[in-house]
């Protein structure tokens, strides 16, 4: 090999290693956010463990945990955030719009969402699957004894597109009832109109619990016909503010790998020995300035909202009022698929 081409290569090479440590610009959306004072999450209406406003106006919920995560992380205050509640339909133009910097809210990722609408998805927060719920006095024990029966469903959502095309499938006729607001589409099924309800298993749960008068008289039918992985959206275009909501939630999830909790952060920063958890925690590696962000931006964020399965066992796990399983979204080393690159 000649002189000339080692020393290109050698340049090259010294590029890539000055480009590697050089910090990351903050990002116009970022800048927008640190103007104001406030990260501005769009989330849902109502939908109880995952986005919902008591009567004092306070949020609470998995989705809403994310957008106060993101919120220590950038300004060091997991209380400064705005909560836009939005329908099904709202959402995407919201974001698109800019009348929201992320939008938290129970949305399935597809690839016409991420192909066609000028969005950005993230990182995965919950792993569902699209189910049925029936009144137990109806004795329907499976999704194929729903043939030529009613269903409500939200319009505008892959709900009712993953209806019509089980029903086809099945030959079924199922006859969908749509609505377009997700109480009316509730209201519907427990007022008698349909005989079966469907949306994400989760919304089920949620919505039994919350809507119910009754929760034991409405059975959540086993059948799941759907892939629906969950998670936050950013508009395109800013790729410095979809690395840090997506870094955000890895990192809640190799928090929680590395047993890192809200109860342990602020002394595993001294004395933690762990290479890992040093560089999570900001202790002996500053990954914050390959975000725009400071070295304790992880650190903060866990304090806050907790890990990822301390934010699921509170807002939707066993213990909860929605009592789900953990399930595909225990981490992968526990039987799960949940899954965080390395924090490094």
């Known amino acids: 090999m000649k002189l000339n081409s080692l020393k290109t290569i050698a340049a090259l090479v010294a590029t890539m290693g000055a480009l590697a440590a050089t910090p990351a610009f903050a990002g116009k959306t970022l800048d927008a956010i640190k103007a104001r004072g406030q990260v501005i999450c769009g989330v849902n209406t109502g939908l109880a463990g995952f986005s919902a406003a008591d009567s004092s106006g306070k949020w609470t919920g998995l989705d809403v945990d994310v957008c106060r995560a993101v919120a220590a992380a950038v300004l060091s205050d997991a209380e400064k955030v705005k909560y836009v509640p939005l329908n099904a339909q709202q959402r995407f133009t919201a974001l698109q719009s800019g009348e929201v910097d992320v939008l938290s809210r129970n949305t399935t990722f597809t690839l016409t969402r991420d192909g066609s609408l000028g969005l950005t998805q993230t990182a995965v ?39 019509t095309d089980f029903s086809k499938a099945a030959g079924l ?27 994400d298993a989760s919304g089920l749960a949620s919505t039994r619990n919350k809507v119910a008068k009754n929760p034991a008289e409405h059975l959540i039918l ?50 933690s020995k762990d290479p890992v958890v040093g560089r999570l925690l900001g202790s002996t590696e500053d990954t914050g300035k390959l975000l725009g962000l400071d070295k304790e931006w992880l650190a903060r964020a866990v304090k806050a909202t907790g890990n990822y399965g301390e934010i699921f066992e509170r807002n939707v796990g066993p213990k909860s009022a929605l009592q789900l399983p953990r399930g595909l979204n225990n981490l992968w080393n526990k039987g799960g698929i949940q899954y965080a690159p390395p924090v490094r």
């Not at 009144?135 to 004894?145: D, G, L, M, R, T």
């Not at 006729?173 to 949306?199: D, Q």
């Not at 950013?234 to 928090?255: A, C, F, M, P």
Request: hydrophobic share 35%.
């Open 222 to 271: 086993p059948d799941l016909i759907s892939k629906e992985p969950l998670g936050p959206l950013v508009r395109r275009g800013d790729d410095e503010w979809t690395t840090i909501v997506k870094w955000v939630i890895y990192g809640l999830l190799e928090s929680e790998e590395y047993g890192v909790t809200a109860a342990n952060v602020d002394e595993l920063k001294t004395s």
């Open 173 to 199: 006729n199922i006859k969908p009832v749509v609505f377009e607001k997700l109480e009316a589409a509730e209201g519907a099924y427990f007022s008698g109109r349909c005989v079966a309800y469907t949306t």
């Open 125 to 163: 927060t919950y792993y569902d699957g699209q189910g049925f719920m029936v009144p137990v006095k109806s004795k329907i024990k499976s999704a194929k004894q729903l043939k030529g029966q009613t269903v409500c469903v939200q319009s505008g959502t892959t709900t009712e597109k993953n209806l």
